[in-house]
């Protein structure tokens, strides 16, 4: 069993950044697979970025450049440094980890951070 809780979403200006966390905690040692989805109002949640413990990472094409993924392991925690944000950012974004390898970690969700950004 994992739990997973994000925090630091938030209002902010295009261009302007934010980073977010996912601290995770129970069965930590279980996860091999750490991401972020987002989900725009009406549309579907879709995968943002993904790191997995070898330090392998994939981004979605609308974010690469600008969105990097870190792990924290010492403190079991799983960033999304987002810069030069745009308002096509907006969404509920939610944290995610697997206990395998996987290019789309789903076994476990956080229970989401709003980020909105204004033009």
């Known amino acids: 069993q994992v739990q997973l809780v994000e925090s630091g979403g938030g209002l902010v200006q295009a261009g302007e950044s934010l980073r977010l966390s996912c601290t995770a905690s129970?069965?930590?040692?279980?996860?091999?697979?750490m991401g972020w989805y987002r989900q725009p109002p009406g549309k579907q949640r879709v995968l943002v970025a993904a790191?997995?413990?070898?330090?392998?990472?994939v981004y979605t094409d609308s974010v690469k450049g600008r969105f990097t993924i870190s792990r924290d392991n010492a403190n079991n925690a799983v960033y999304l440094q987002m810069n030069s944000l745009s308002p096509e950012d907006t969404a509920v974004y939610y944290c995610?980890?697997?206990?395998?390898?996987?290019?789309?970690?789903?076994?476990?969700w956080g229970q989401g951070t709003q980020v909105t950004v204004s033009s």
């Open positions: 129970g069965n930590i040692f279980s996860i091999k697979t």
């Open positions: 790191l997995t413990n070898d330090g392998s990472t």
């Open positions: 995610a980890a697997d206990q395998k390898p996987v290019t789309g970690p789903d076994d476990y």
